[in-house]
């Protein structure tokens, strides 16, 4: 079965208030532009603000109409979206999507390379499991590489059996990188927050944390101090406002003095310029399920991403090219 995704549409787009300014980060390459530069957000954000407030009723009734009258060009939107959406994975960099609630590790190593050592740690190893059944009987993952690709990827599952002694045996990010020698990032998305944190040589370098919880503390470590920036969002069609907080420290980057829009785009542009990609390949895509319940069996599948772009009823279609899936078990 084909995994539909949500294609990412800011009916109601958000703004930033206030403008970019000298002291923020340099601005990202053409390549490792922002994956919402092909949602409907680019096209929209010429639109006038107060006339959108004003009237918001005629965009809500019939968007495509509304649209069209003020310049802005569906067919060529739609044909962006769709190159973009089937252009091909081995020359992917970046991230694929943001829309979704998993934590995925990459390491800039082969997958024979990474597998190896995971099998050290693990009680029972299986190579290539793409089409291969599997039984969910404890704390395991899998690890795996798109074709083209110098880094490979590890995700996890913590629910068929959470054991946090076992968790123990599962290699953590400054582990991989000391050992493997090479740089490890760990992404995790939720809800309401997105997240990385950069490991090099078995030491932390930098760390990243957006959320609209406005109420959190910025973390505090030791080599990598974090400074906190709160940015205010408002929607086009209302007077109301969003507060998002960020957590920012790094090693490599002098820390920007304010919050400023470019700052949203660090997860994309760490990923997209240290020449990964995160196709958004989670245990829900390979097992074909969302619940996972120990003793069951499933099929480790490939089945591919579709869309149906709006203003239109086509439904696109594109598999990931997937080098070699390995599976591991760390506890029964």
Known sequence: MIRKLGWMILLIPLVMSGHDDANALPEASNECRDPEEYSLHRQLSHLDREELLRNPEEYLRDPDTYLRSRGVDIEAWLQESEAHFTRPWSERRGIEHFDRNDTVTLVRVPLDQLSDFLATRAVETQRDVLGNEIELSGLFGFAYQLTGHDWSMMIWDHTVLPNLAAEILIPKEAQLSESLQQPVVTLTFSNDSVAYRLFERGQMTEYFWETWDETVECPDFPNVPAQRY???????????????????????????????????????????????????????????????????????????????????????????????????????
């Open 230 to 332: 709160d940015l205010s969002l408002h929607s086009a069609f209302t007077s109301e406002a969003g507060n998002l907080t960020i957590c920012f420290g790094s090693t490599h980057h002098p820390l920007p003095l304010e919050a400023t829009e470019s700052l949203r785009s660090l997860p994309n542009r760490l990923i997209c310029e240290s020449g990964a990609y995160d196709p958004g390949i989670g245990l829900n895509y390979l097992l074909g399920t969302n619940r996972l319940v120990r003793g069951n069996r499933h099929t480790v599948q490939n089945p591919g991403f579709s869309i149906t772009l709006v203003f239109s009823d086509q439904e696109i279609t594109t598999v990931p090219d997937l080098a070699r899936v390995d599976y591991f078990k760390f506890a029964d």
